[in-house]
């Protein structure tokens, strides 16, 4: 028991004088930062390996992230936008008797005024029978006003033949897939048939006007678009609208944007932001993140492995070098703080190279790693075949912080042990 | 030979040196492990949870039906074709459905539903569709208009146990079919569209209800697991020896979806277990570069005593193989029956995640799966890299001026 | 398909026989197109008509031709219609009541009314290649087209010795219409429409209804036998055979009601 007092008393001499030493003495700092040049070899080194180390985790966290917010600027961009807004009722039994009136007029005027709302589309969803003389197919209907709407989804750029809808009379955009199925081409009249307000059947010609190919297979599969005058006159619905698609400056703020809404539009609107409308795609999104926290993990940790080799093995290579200079006379504490100055320094030097190499690793990718390469159609989840990654600030933070202090205490012990070890001890050692 | 016994002792005569890069490449090898078993197991999980959903490992049905999907592609259910699914090797099971779609309704106003007839005995032995009922019972076997109604599609018909329903359609001799039916059960289908519209019946009632007697729209067959499904489809359709009037499907081109999804969530995988290695790959490089500069006035002396550079090269390299060989070892020596352990006891999920899981249909277990190229993948990978890493240390060493070498400390 | 229509009207699918339309040389003057249209469509249709047909159809399913018998109330005015079918034996009793824009369905063996929903408006009739909007939807319209007169052609095919104007009907660009064009062959005497072809907007012909046994019924000259037969698909074909037709009657609003449906005995 005494034993174990006198040694704690011991150790905490031991690191209040290395705190000195480390504080105080300039001199050493000097010789810590000579001594990181004259062993060329041993620095380039641990700067590889830290500087590898991170690169290689800023880069996975970085290209994990970019797949994560692609699907989910995918699927905001190609159909959902950051919020929508409907007649009360709409989620539960969706349908045409579900409509704003008014065009959405009391929608829009609150929208218009409001923050972080970077644009509005007004559409109308129903479903419908699309005919062509050889075949027919169910079809989702959703009808737009293409200038508004193309500030909300990439659906203009999505028009793989022909173009998109520009106030021509009786155009319709439908998928390649379901071209393919109903045997039409650009240009080929079809008639969409569709059961109104109502309640009564209607149908309409359309010609095809252009030919879309999106990230979902769905939309590719069974929705086609029309013009909103056109779809109000073929539901017989005048001027109302089924929903208000809305884009924000900031996805972050969406709920408060929400709230706001709600508020000002009172309880004959559902308000819904994009995670409410896609619950898979939120789903898909976490179980991908956490996904990604264990491989975050194992990165990390092959990362300070690595550092803490080259750490440990620089420092034990010094175990003679450290003999000789506390045998001519250097105490121990200050022995410890001179190589953790080194350590300091040598990882200082490691994180700037990583943080370079990351950059240019970023740069390179910066259009993106193209999955369709090793896969075709990889659409149909709605996710993205091109990876684009993206780096957040606790992405940087986090492989920075471990890196250092590894590299920090792999540096000390071995350090500490051999300031320890009793000069002749440390002369013999190879 | 000379190499390899000096490399032994060498490896063993810095245990600290060595014992780090082992530990380096154990660690390395242990991740790539776990990880391609998690992937593994997730990604086989994910397709056995479909296919015992639904599809099988692989359908057979009348040629044409995966893209028109009427009554008229069918398959004649006879003698031939049962000895055909029983005979051919790797089939665990199989059974029969009619699909067709319908009018179902409870009083006046009617529903379109997807009405699947199934065996429910044979159904059992490919997939859980009785297992996810909610209440009351699965249809039986014999014709006796019991049906079973998804739950969604039950609330929208607001119909329960005992009510009486009416299904309309068109039966394959074009005239008009409909009967009444009982419901028996209602069921919980993962999909929202399915448990909105989809209505079981029994085989021989659908069969009689379509005029579908003695045949099928498909067969589902169970294979050992998604690896096998290829062989049991060639062998399917070996046994029915080029019926123009069949197709055999594998679960992949049955679930296209899937196979998408499978294909992003590994090439993600494969990103990150390449950056993994890279991290570890120099790890090595720099744990040999280490010891090599650290034994610079060794090496010199060896040269000096005249080992050709050759020898020298080789003897490092020798080493650093052998330094990862026996990190190799160890790391699948503690890989593999931690992969083993988890293969055999699944961790449950909890929480929301388990529930979400649910939805897609999927039990709320993690489960682990080790494939034969799991741990052959390793190796090559893990030898691979040390080759790679351990060429430039032994090129250093043996371009080594003696002279320099043993000047150095 | 909507421009025709008889009391049951109905869809067809057609199925082709080479056609000729191409090679009349056309005329220099004549009778008006849209007048032959015109005439054609009176002979067609009335305001309302009582009809007793047989309806058969073919296809590959089926060993032998399906045949169905049925009596048809149509009230065109008032937009409603009423369908018993007599038989087969398993599905006589059964009831169509259309009043747009809903559609109700009797089946008497289990003795259940059911309204057909709106989205299964497009699914076939009765096994027929008639879908179950055919039932409902209001006939249309001479207006959708433009009429060209082709030219005359002295034995169109099926109705040798019989002369006919060839008149082409050209779909408004807004008709809601996916034919390219239709060919009409049309009788000179009695302007009973003959034959059809149906023509997708790149020429290419896939269905042909050909009508037939032309005969007097209540001083109008009309043809008792419409036959649809689609080209793209083998072996199929619908044929309605008028065996009574009556028009211009005057109906009983009960006809028209739900509990009609369940009176089998009509």
Redesign the interface.
Known sequence: MKDLQRRLREDGVFVRAVLLAFERDAFLRRIAWRNVWRNGRRTVVVVIAIAVGIAGTVLSMAINFGMVVQMVETAIATDLGHLQIHARGYEDDPGLARRLDDGGRMGIAALDVAENVTAWAPRVRS?G?L????A?AGVSVLAIDPEREARITVLADSVTQGAYLDGE??RILIGEALAERLRVRLG????L?A?DV????A???FRVRGLFRTPSSELNRSTVYLQLEEAQRLFAMGDAISELAVRTADRDRVVGLQRHLVEELGEGVEVRNWEQLAPLLVYFVDMFDQMAWIVYAAVFIAMAFGIANVMLMSVFERTREIGVITSIGMSGPRVVAMVTWESLFLVGVGLVAGFVLSATGLFLLRDGIDLSRWGEGLNSMGVPSTIVPVVRTKDLVAPTVVAAVTGILAGLWPAVRASRARPAEALRHV | MLELRLAWRNVWRNRRRTGLTVAATVFAVTLVVVFVAMAAGLHEKMIEDAVRLQSGHVAAAGRGYFEERT??QFLELDQELFDELDGAPGVLGWAPRVISFG?L?KD?????VGVLGVDPERESSVTTLAGRLKRGDFVSAEASRGIVLGERLADNLDADLGDVL?L?S???????A???FTVVGVIKFPDITMDRSVAVISLADAQAFFAYEGRASEVAVLAKDADHAAAVAASLRTAIDGDAQVDVRTWDKLMPDLVQFIFIDDAGMYIMLVILVVVVGFGILNTILMSVLERTRELGVLLALGLRPGAVFRLVYVESLLLAGVGLLIGLAIGIPIVLYLQANPIPLGGDLAQATELFGMDPVMTWKLKPMNPIGSCITILGVAALAAFYPALKAARGRPVDALRSV | MRWIRVPLLLLLLGTGIPSAADEFPPLSEGPDATEIARKQENVLRGDSAYMEATMT?E????PAP?VVTMRNWDDRRNKRSFVRILA?T??AG?GFLMK???L??F?P??E?????????????W???DFTN?DL??ESSQLDDYDHNLLGVDPAPPGHEGKRAWVVEFL?H????????RIVSWIEQEHYSPLRQE?Y??DGVK?RVFELGDIRESQGRWFPHRWSMQPL?KNGHRTTLEIRTIRFDEIFDDSIFTTRNLKRTER
């Open positions: 479903d029978l005919t062509s003389p050889r027919s009379k009786r080929s009249k079809v008639v048939s059961t109502r309640g009564d059947l149908g309409e010609a | 009554l008229d009018l309704s006046t106003d009617a529903r379109g009416l309309f068109q039966s394959y001799s074009l005239e008009t409909y009967d009444l | 159809i296809s590959p399913r089926l399906r087969p398993k599905d059964t747009r824009p809903n109700w369905m089946v063996r289990v259940r009314t059911m309204r057909i929903p709106p989205s299964m408006m497009l699914q076939s009765m096994g027929s909007d409902v939807r779909p660009e807004d008709a809601p219409v996916v034919w390219g149906f997708d907007e896939l793209d």
